[in-house]
């Protein structure tokens, strides 16, 4: 399937940004790229972009961006793009001659819409709008949003930004037939240059059709107020739902604002990984040194090391930089450092007592560790099948762990550290396995 992306706008409420809207940078990524790597997620990349304003930085841009992330890009140039949207639009025809995806530059929403819709049938004479229904939504500017009013079969009876009656908004994503051209030439010939225009001849024929969004999310990126939601509901989003209590409440919170400054860096996910390896492995040094300040310096880098090892995947998934290597690597690096840590805690209270039973209650810990990390992934799996999707279960992991760590080496009980994290990651891991097993 062909996706067309209308850039053609000045964006004049967004100057201050760029002179160039389509490559004004959120969280580090333009614009436009954020759009087509959305839509480069669910695995396609033929583009049909419609450029206007300042259309020849805009191209120039792609044309690199096309080759570095491997997308096919065709450019279509507006000239009359001071006038409304649906010029834009009609420059695809003639290139275009079955069934696509109409997006915007500045609409910024969740991959899942795109994923739904395009799953979705649709006539060829059709053109299906996703629409969300909550006219609640404090993301809408109500001033400036296209409304729609939808009848009981899904069917659009009226659509635009002035109309008084209406029970839904337009969110900028459609799933077009080549009906749309003819519709949007009748509406210019009536001199109504805009998208809703088009919308509203195929709204009276009984050709537009519309698609719930559910409660996903969506904003309309058209001035400084927006701009701010976007990065907020971006952040938001980097919470997932097999976070531990302590990354939930605690480290991400302070991860994603540390995250946020790292978008404007260049610096990669891999990069963030290693520096939170090495952050746990000089904690782990000072825990071999001895003493309350060694062992208060280590148990800080820890949970220092334990919210920095959360940027690395946020700055993956809001910089589309993720791959199963990072994932792999990542994983590699926290079991080393888990080890390091915990085998520097089992010294720190062995060496001066040289107490077997020490050395027992360290080993519990660090396989207790490894066990937990060696089910998270199977554990994962069954509970996003078993929950509500989106919403958090139940897990114990090495966010407590590192946390516990912490609170040890703060009020200078390491071998109780070492004690809970024996008992909760073992008794953990025997609850999974009863989990397990009563699933199949």
Known sequence: MKFLIIAAGEGSRLSNRGDSKPLIPLLGIPLIERVILNVNKVGLRDFYIVSG?????????????????DITITHLINEEWEKQNGLSVLKAKGHIRENFILLMTDHIF????????????????????????????????????????????????????????????????????????????????NDDTSLSGGMKILAKNKKARTFDIKEKYWIDVDDEKAFKKAENTLLNNLKKTSDGPVSRYLNRPISTRISKYLTRKRITPNQISSFSFSLSMIGAFFFFLGGYVN?????????????????????????????????????????????FLLFGLTCYTYLPSKNFLYLLVGFLAIIGAFMNSYTADKYDGLMKKKVVPGKHYFRMGRDVRMFIIFLGALINQPLLVLFVIAILMNVENIRRIIIFYKNG
């Open 53 to 69: 304003y300042n259309g020849e930085k805009v191209r120039k841009h792609l044309d690199q961006f096309s080759q570095n992330r």
């Open 110 to 189: 969740d991959e899942n819409i795109l994923a739904r819709l395009m799953e979705t049938e649709n006539d060829d004479s059709e053109v299906r709008l996703a629409v969300d229904y909550n006219i609640d939504n404090k993301m809408v500017d109500i001033e400036d949003v296209t409304k729609v009013l939808v009848d009981g079969n899904d069917r659009i009876v009226n659509i635009g930004k002035n109309i008084e009656k209406y029970n839904a908004y337009d969110t900028g994503i459609f799933h077009c037939s080549p009906a749309i051209f003819e519709a949007l030439e009748e509406s210019v010939a």
């Open 295 to 339: 062992l208060l310096i280590g148990g800080m880098l820890a949970q220092v090391s334990s919210v920095i090892d959360g940027c690395d995947g946020e700055i993956a998934r809001l910089k589309f930089q993720t791959s199963e290597f990072g994932g792999w690597f990542d994983a590699v690096l926290d079991r080393y450092a888990d080890a």
